[in-house]
Nanobody, 115 residues
Framework: QVQLVESGGGLVQPGGSLRLSCAAS????????MAWYRQAPGKQRDLVAV???????NYADSVKGRFTISRDNAKNTVYLQMNSLKPDDTAVYYC?????????WGQGTQVTVSS
């Protein structure tokens, strides 16, 4: 059974940082493309960052230079380091794994940026 479990969300002040984790089981994070999406209330779910199976990364324009996606193969975990957070970054953040093994989503973790 494939599971993606996100953690690390919370309440942070503008300008602060958070690191989200996505722990994968039943699927190899290094053998698949891994991505972070986010969904704010009343809005669609949008791509934030992706790390391809070969290691290539891509980011939404709104987070370039502030967010970094990375992967720890030994821990089968993908991270999203978020710096210089803004109120507009407030959303539920979801982890997605996709590739030959199929497509899977985590349950999401709430990130709230507010003073």
């Amino acid at each position: 059974q494939v599971q993606l479990v996100e953690s690390g969300g919370g309440l942070v002040q503008p300008g602060g940082s958070l690191r989200l984790s996505c722990a994968a089981s039943g699927i190899s994070s290094s053998g698949n493309n891994m991505a972070w999406y986010r969904q704010a209330p009343g809005k669609q779910r949008d791509l934030v960052a992706v790390i391809m199976r070969g290691g290539t990364t891509n980011y939404a324009d709104s987070v370039k230079g502030r967010f970094t996606i990375s992967r720890d193969n030994a821990k089968n975990t993908v991270y999203l380091q978020m710096n210089s957070l803004k109120p507009d970054d407030t959303a539920v953040y979801y982890c997605k794994a996709y590739g030959l093994a199929g497509l899977y989503w985590g349950q999401g973790t709430q990130v709230t940026v507010s003073s």
